[in-house]
């Protein structure tokens, strides 16, 4: 700001300044002045542009942002399965063959694009539209149609991609980069024995052209993002008859503190999570499993405050964590399901250790969907 000052005391063309610096012809000459050459070209003004310019591919990811209109159209075409079609077109030639009141399809279309929909799971535009004016044309004509066509969807792979859109509009939201977020994802994928995982990494490498995602890697992984990734909080309000959440975490990230004292839990925490109904003094124990391995951990509430401690480090021996290891709880019945990940030398050496620091947002503790 300094040398600005400088600048615009030496390029101004009155002695108005207040006025002279609206002018374009000023800011004009400054940028133009060897002064800014000069200031530009040094390391520390390299390094400053450098760590603040956006690439062109960052700002193609912010302006070309997926469009899953297709894909969701074809997708829920798809859930109907197939035995819904072929039930389908058995009920529209006994319909015509009926009725004096004929229900105008092409055969030939309606056989094609079923084919087309199964076996290379994709469709056109013209495809879809088919079926929708189809479903129109029946709704018009005679909607009990649909009711002699009592076969079930199978929302397996709607339900995946509508997780992988909110993973995709999460880490929009919070600037990060999509690539690694799902190659994330992969490494999770992997560690739970989850076979065409490379699949994931396809998604978020379309996603991060700007590319809806195909549809056949999201087929062969949809069970894990159905199974494993947790709802988004904003469309589950489900519990669990203990009155918590389905899919609340607590993650809680070890201080040299903790290694030192027992830990302490916040009210929120006791109540919310843990459930714990206790007065002043008194004490509850849960019970606990580490990898098929169970053991109990006493909550108690202090005698004169709201804090409770967390008796958790009397099974430190079990756990085996360390300064910086990170914890992971989820309620499961009765029983509080614990998953210790280690502090690798390196975090970008642990995908799983990086993804959970993410969650955490820099905190040593917090509840997460």
Excluded at 139 to 144: L, N, R
Excluded at 248 to 253: H, I, W
Aim: hydrophobic share 35%; glycine share 4%; net charge positive.
């Amino acid at each position: 700001m300094t040398e600005m000052y400088f600048l615009i005391e030496k390029y101004k063309s009155s002695t108005d300044i207040s006025e002279n610096t609206k002018k374009k012809e000023l800011w004009e000459s400054i940028k133009k002045s060897n002064e800014i050459k000069e200031f530009t070209n040094t390391a520390n003004a390299q390094s400053i542009i450098k760590k603040y310019t956006k690439t062109s591919s960052d700002k193609n990811r912010k302006n070309n942002e997926v469009d899953f209109s297709l894909l969701n159209d074809v997708i829920n075409l798809y859930s109907k399965t197939k035995a819904y079609y072929v039930k389908l077109e058995e009920t529209l030639i006994m319909y015509n063959a009926n009725s004096d009141i004929q229900l105008p399809y092409s055969q030939k279309l309606f056989s094609f694009y079923v084919d087309v929909l199964f076996t290379k799971k994709k469709l056109t535009k013209q495809g879809v539209k088919f079926f929708n004016d189809l479903f129109t044309t029946i709704t018009v004509t005679d909607s009990s149609i649909f009711d002699q066509i009592q076969i079930e969807s199978d929302t397996t792979i709607p339900r995946a991609l509508d997780k992988i859109m909110t993973i995709y509009g999460n880490t929009l939201s919070n600037d990060k980069n999509i690539e690694t977020v799902f190659r994330m994802h992969e490494q999770l994928a992997k560690n739970k024995g989850i076979k065409f995982t490379s699949a994931i990494t396809e998604i978020g490498k379309s996603l991060n052209k700007g590319e809806c995602p195909l549809f056949k890697h999201i087929n062969l992984v949809a069970n894990y993002f159905v199974k494993t990734v947790e709802p988004d909080s904003g469309k589950s309000s489900s519990k669990r008859s203990t009155g918590i959440k389905l899919g609340l975490k607590y993650y809680k990230r070890f201080s040299n503190q903790d290694l030192e004292r027992t830990p302490s839990v916040s009210k929120k925490l006791a109540k919310d999570f843990f459930n714990l109904n206790i007065t002043n003094g008194e004490s509850k124990t849960l019970s606990f499993s580490l990898n098929g391995k169970k053991f109990e951990v006493e909550i108690n509430k202090r005698k004169t405050r709201n804090e409770y401690r967390f008796f958790i480090n009397r099974n430190r021996n079990i756990i085996g964590y360390d300064v910086d290891d990170i914890i992971i709880i989820l309620k499961n019945n009765d029983i509080f399901e614990l998953e210790l990940i280690k502090k690798p030398k390196n975090a970008n050496q642990n995908l799983e250790y990086e993804m959970a620091l993410n969650v955490m947002g820099g905190k040593l503790h917090c509840l997460s969907n």
